[in-house]
């Protein structure tokens, strides 16, 4: 099942002689369940690319349907209720919410839409996660892996259509950044959660099944690996 199509999707950023292509013409099918990793070098336009699919900006030209839905006939507002209720969203940098405890930034999704919580799968991500332990510590008590941990448990909260995860070991040591992708993972073969993750680190792009690599805004390979 489809479950995200980008069809000749391109953005330009200025006009004459300070005009700048970011994406020029992608085309691209995911698939209900799969771990994509978009691998790219700074400047390639990955993270063009994840804007555009997160619904943070919109294509100069081209289509992106996420779960039926197409992201151009979405105004602001329904922008970012999409936003928050289909599209999962993990940064290098948490943004967590420092004055809440981890269980209150987890449900955060939840509560801004006044939305009843399914207390069996809470208890199955904040487990499998391995944080069911750590909930009613504040974020400046956990640790960087555990409070990644918490953003991916608060991208996940709402069941969303995507996650995407844009360079989400950055600002972790190695040991760490193990973990966060092995939560990933686990999250797509315990969840059957569909996940693009956003690197430029071509070891961490191998952790997944299947690696696009972008060069000056276009698609120029697409490996399925498993």
């Given at each position: 099942?489809?479950?995200?199509?980008?069809?000749?999707?391109?953005?330009?950023?200025?006009?004459?002689?300070?005009?700048?292509?970011?994406?020029?013409?992608?085309?691209?099918?995911?698939?209900?369940?799969?771990?994509?990793?978009?691998?790219?070098?700074?400047?390639?336009?990955?993270?063009?690319?994840?804007?555009?699919?997160?619904?943070?900006?919109?294509?100069?030209?081209?289509?992106?349907?996420?779960?039926?839905?197409?992201?151009?006939?979405?105004?602001?507002?329904?922008a970012?209720?999409?936003?928050?209720?289909?599209?999962?969203?993990?940064?290098?940098?948490?943004?967590?919410?420092?004055?809440?405890?981890?269980?209150?930034?987890?449900?955060?999704?939840?509560?801004?839409?006044?939305?009843?919580?399914?207390?069996?799968?809470?208890?199955?991500?904040?487990?499998?996660?391995?944080?069911?332990?750590?909930?009613?510590?504040?974020?400046?008590?956990?640790?960087?892996?555990?409070?990644?941990?918490?953003?991916?448990?608060?991208?996940?909260?709402?069941?969303?259509?995507?996650?995407l995860?844009?360079?989400?070991?950055?600002?972790l040591?190695?040991?760490?950044?193990?973990?966060?992708?092995?939560?990933?993972?686990?999250?797509?073969?315990?969840?059957?959660?569909?996940?693009l993750?956003?690197?430029?680190?071509?070891?961490?792009?191998?952790?997944?099944?299947?690696i696009?690599?972008?060069?000056?805004?276009?698609?120029?390979?697409?490996?399925?690996?498993?």
């Open positions: 099942m489809e479950i995200l199509k980008c069809e000749k999707v391109r953005k330009v950023y200025g006009s004459g002689d300070n005009k700048v292509v970011a994406l020029d013409g992608i085309d691209l099918s995911v698939s209900k369940g799969e771990f994509v990793a978009i691998l790219g070098a700074s400047g390639s336009g990955k993270s063009t690319l994840l804007h555009i699919l997160g619904s943070v900006d919109k294509p100069t030209s081209g289509k992106v349907v996420i779960g039926g839905t197409d992201l151009s006939k979405l105004n602001l507002t329904q970012a209720i999409f936003r928050r209720r289909k599209v999962g969203l993990v940064y290098q940098f948490y943004n967590l919410i420092p004055t809440l405890t981890a269980e209150k930034n987890i449900l955060m999704p939840l509560t801004l839409d006044k939305k009843k919580l399914n207390k069996e799968y809470f208890d199955k991500i904040t487990g499998s996660l391995g944080i069911a332990d750590k909930l009613d510590a504040l974020p400046t008590r956990l640790s960087g892996g555990e409070q990644q941990r918490v953003a991916i448990a608060r991208s996940l909260i709402y069941r969303p259509a995507l996650l995860a844009d360079e989400p070991t950055g600002n040591d190695q040991r760490n950044s193990k973990e966060v992708i092995d939560m990933l993972k686990l999250s797509n073969r315990n969840l059957e959660q569909t996940i993750l956003i690197t430029h680190d071509e070891k961490i792009a191998l952790e997944a099944g299947r696009i690599t972008i060069e000056d805004g276009r698609i120029i390979s697409d490996e399925r690996r498993r």
